[in-house]
């Protein structure tokens, strides 16, 4: 099982982005799915997550700008990230939680990892 993202990129202040994720392999089940971040010197941080249900929780600093999606059917989860600042350079992770088999223990899954810079 892999997870695999793409989007990002250098973005002016204001600009947008759009962070994808699939997983790939076969699994059982996606259980919930999230976007994480470290900034340069600083611990990695929860952005956002969705739950199998499609409900989503936010950071405070991302609420009302960052967006997360996910698509059951593709395997993918999405962060659409509008009016972005310099604050919010950093690389981007996806993290799943998965179940490979029915009767597997949930393990949870890192992508590689997708830099975002913004510049003023």
């Known amino acids: 099982v892999q997870l695999q993202a793409s989007g990002g990129g250098l973005v002016q202040f204001g600009g947008s982005l759009r962070l994808s994720c699939a997983v790939a392999?076969?699994?059982?089940?996606?259980?919930?799915e999230a976007w994480y971040r470290q900034a340069p010197g600083k611990q990695r941080e929860l952005v956002a997550r969705?739950?199998?249900?499609?409900?989503?929780t936010y950071a405070d600093s991302v609420k009302g700008r960052f967006t997360i999606s996910r698509d059951n059917a593709k395997k993918m989860v999405t962060l659409q990230m509008n009016s972005l600042q310099p604050e919010d350079t950093a690389v981007y992770y996806c993290n799943a939680e998965i179940k490979r088999h029915r009767f597997a223990a949930r393990a949870s899954y890192w992508g590689q990892g997708t830099l975002v810079t913004v510049s003023s």
């Open positions: 969705v739950d199998a249900g499609g409900t989503a």
């Open positions: 392999g076969n699994i059982f089940s996606i259980d919930d």
